[in-house]
């Protein structure tokens, strides 16, 4: 599965191994402020944090995601799966 992974501009020195392009749409279109400096890349992954997980990617990084099959884009992250967010 594919994900769109949108981060700061400023970011995207912490990730030289991804190929980040200027990200825009009519919602950023109307954001002042750092809404301007956003890039996207196209990244895969078994689910979003595999995906995270795999490239490395600070989630706090993360202005937004989603499967690229989906319309909407997300904010939030889904908990997270690995093995000790769970109780023993």
Request: negative net charge; charged residues 25%; contains cysteine.
């Amino acid at each position: 599965m594919d994900f769109h992974i949108v981060i700061l501009d400023e970011f995207i020195a912490s990730y030289p191994e991804v190929n980040w392009g200027k990200w825009k749409d009519y919602v950023r279109e109307q954001m002042i402020s750092q809404g301007d400096h956003w890039s996207e890349a196209t990244l895969p992954g078994n689910d979003v944090w595999d995906c995270i997980d795999k490239h490395k990617i600070n989630p706090l990084h993360i202005v937004q995601w989603k499967p690229v099959e989906d319309t909407l884009y997300k904010v939030s992250l889904p908990d997270h799966p690995h093995p000790f967010d769970h109780p023993l």
